[in-house]
């Protein structure tokens, strides 16, 4: 079936770095979400991507749906300790009600 | 009360036992899922309702028996489960059953089962 590699696995970084992952597919998909999940939690939707090349912020957070519809990057500048969680790429190729996961980045922010 | 909420978020059951999972929808939405989430693992699909109506179902063991009411509250109905259905059980709803629509998600029931 079709997967998304999600990449770093994981991440370890200081306070006030910038944070920066990304989602590949071997299928070209038509939306990209970007969703956080905090432990214990269900998985909270970040930022949405509907258009090849579309660069949206929210906050500190910034996706860019990729220029070949086969990727999609996450940055997050200046990070802070509320920052830690796992973060999900996933994305739809539109032709059925499925969203395809990535396995998700694990990120520890250091004070 | 707003979102997506589920209940309970904590269960133990032994392998004889029948125990139902909940989810409930404040969002005005027409379409709920059911996921699985095991660690290691990506989010795996079990069942997608599109008003009431169940359309699409991935493959999963009739020991799960998802139930919809109505748009707002989806059931998960477990009975004569294994060790390896332990996982987090996630609710989500969008507004429509389309692959591209945004879903918004509960906080879980966690399900260990003995």
Request: proline share 5%; glycine share 8%; net charge neutral.
């Given at each position: ?8 696995q ?5 306070e006030g770095?910038d944070?920066?992952?990304n ?7 038509n939306?990209?979400?970007w969703?956080?999940q ?11 991507l ?5 660069l ?7 996706a860019?749906?990729?220029i ?8 997050i ?5 509320s ?10 190729t539109?032709?059925n ?9 694990s ?5 | 009360e707003t979102g ?6 904590h ?22 899922y059911?996921?699985?989430?095991s660690?290691?693992?990506p989010l795996e699909l ?15 063991p009739?020991?799960f028996?998802?139930?919809?009411p ?5 059931f998960?109905?477990l009975?004569t489960?294994?060790?390896?259905d ?8 969008s507004?429509e ?17 003995l």
């Amino acid at each position: 079936g079709q997967q998304l590699n999600q990449s770093p696995q994981s991440m370890f970084i200081q306070e006030g770095e910038d944070v920066s992952m990304n989602c590949t597919s071997s299928s070209i998909f038509n939306t990209w979400l970007w969703y956080k999940q905090d432990p214990g939690e269900g998985p909270v939707l970040l930022i949405a991507l509907y258009k090849a090349g579309e660069l949206t912020s929210n906050g500190r957070l910034t996706a860019q749906f990729g220029i070949t519809r086969k990727d999609s990057f996450l940055n997050i500048s200046a990070s802070i300790p509320s920052d830690v969680g796992i973060y999900f790429c996933a994305g739809s190729t539109g032709n059925n009600r499925k969203l395809i996961w990535g396995l998700g980045t694990s990120l520890a922010v250091n004070p | 009360e707003t979102g997506v909420t589920q209940t309970p978020r904590h269960l133990v059951m032994g392998m004889t036992n029948k125990k139902s999972l909940k989810c409930e929808q404040h969002l005005g939405h027409n379409a709920m899922y059911w996921y699985k989430q095991s660690a290691k693992k990506p989010l795996e699909l079990m069942f997608v309702y599109s008003l009431e109506e169940r359309v699409e179902n991935n493959s999963v063991p009739s020991r799960f028996s998802p139930e919809c009411p109505n748009s707002s509250h989806l059931f998960l109905h477990l009975h004569t489960l294994q060790p390896e259905d332990s996982a987090l059980y996630l609710c989500a709803s969008s507004q429509e059953a389309g692959g591209g629509e945004t879903q918004y998600f509960g906080p879980g029931t966690r399900l260990l089962v003995l």
